[in-house]
Structure formats: C-alpha cells, structure tokens
C-alpha cells in the first residue's frame, strides 16, 4: 500500500514518533492516546479518524517496525535464516515491539478480537519472511516441495518459546542454532509439503 505524502505524511511520522517515546516511557498499559496526541503536536481528533483507537495507531506503527526489516538476500538459505532469526532477536528487544506484543498476547487468551488480531500479524510475517525459502527453492538449493511457511514457522519457534514458555534467555547466537537446525530437517525432507507435487 503507497503512503500518502505531504502534510499527511509528516503528520503519521510525528505521531509514531510520539507513540514510540510514550510506550517506550511508559510501557503499553500507561500509554494514552491522549499523550501521544499532545506529544506530536496534532488534535486528537485527527488520531481517533485515522487510527480509530490506541491499538490501531500501536498495530501502525508495529508493521512500520517490522516493514523496515530488510529481508535478506545472501544466496544461501542458512545465512539467510540466521538473518531472520537476527531480526526476531532485535525485534523481541525493541522498545516498543516487544512489549506491545506481550500485552497481545496477554489479550488473545481472552479476547477474539485481539487472537485474531495476533494471529494475522504472525501470518502476515511468516509470508514476508517464507521469501528467502522460495528464492532457495528456485535456486534448486532445496527440494521443489519445501513448505516455505513450515521452515519459518520452525525457524521461529525456539525463540518464541523462549519468551513466552520456558523464560529462557533469547541469547545471540539463537539465531545461527535454530538456522542450523531448520536447515538440517530441510535437507532430511522433513519440511515437505504433502500437498504440493514434487517437480
């Protein structure tokens, strides 16, 4: 979707700014949209019209954060897996990023609303990030069945295992460990799609 220019443009990028120092100040549950109104120098009227509410403006900003993630392009599939995993790893450590995801996760085990909400986020990544396994298929590096959300999917989850489950630390090297991994069931044709005809 293009971005509009302009005034209208300069108007986003204040209040996502604003946003960002307001969560990273004071964390998702004393984060007003009030605040950030005043913050950014704009009426409130003009935040609720185009956001709607405080999740809509921090679901804006957190596909901002996550779209500027370049996705990487090395010519082989585990150095780009390990870049993915670099990017959750500073993902999970952004300011902002990580404790809006927490309280949506929090709210999902409750609210539909919000389980959905969560669960297109993660679909919309996986799809952004299942690029790097489709270029390694046309490579030939990979079997032509590779299921390329399964490989992110499996990329991902120590990770988030981590965080949410076992309290574990999200260390550096996670990244290359998990790449490894994944890259090893790949090869063994673990990852196959069985509904996709091997060419």
Request: positive net charge; glycine residues 8%; proline residues 6%.
């Amino acid at each position: 979707m293009r971005r509009p220019g302009g005034r209208t443009a300069r108007t986003r990028a204040a209040v996502l700014e604003a946003a960002m120092a307001e969560l990273a100040e004071k964390g998702y549950a004393g984060t007003r949209i009030e605040q950030i109104a005043a913050r950014a120098g704009v009426a409130l009227s003009t935040v609720y019209r185009r956001w709607g509410n405080l999740d809509g403006l921090i679901q804006d900003l957190v596909n901002d954060i996550t779209v500027e993630q370049p996705i990487p392009d090395s010519g082989a599939l585990e150095s780009d897996l390990a870049a993915v995993g670099r990017i959750i790893v500073g993902l999970h450590r952004h300011p902002v990023h990580r404790p809006w995801m927490d309280a949506l996760i929090m709210t999902a085990i409750r609210e539909p609303g919000s389980r959905l909400l969560l669960s297109e986020t993660i679909q919309a990544r996986i799809r952004r990030a299942a690029v790097v396994v489709e270029r390694a298929v046309e490579r030939g590096e990979i079997p032509a069945d590779t299921c390329a959300d399964e490989v992110i999917r499996m990329l991902a989850a120590p990770f988030y295992y981590r965080m949410y489950v076992s309290g574990e630390p999200v260390t550096d090297d996670l990244a290359g460990l998990s790449a490894a991994r994944v890259m090893a069931a790949v090869r063994a044709g673990a990852v196959r799609d069985p509904g996709a005809a091997p060419r």
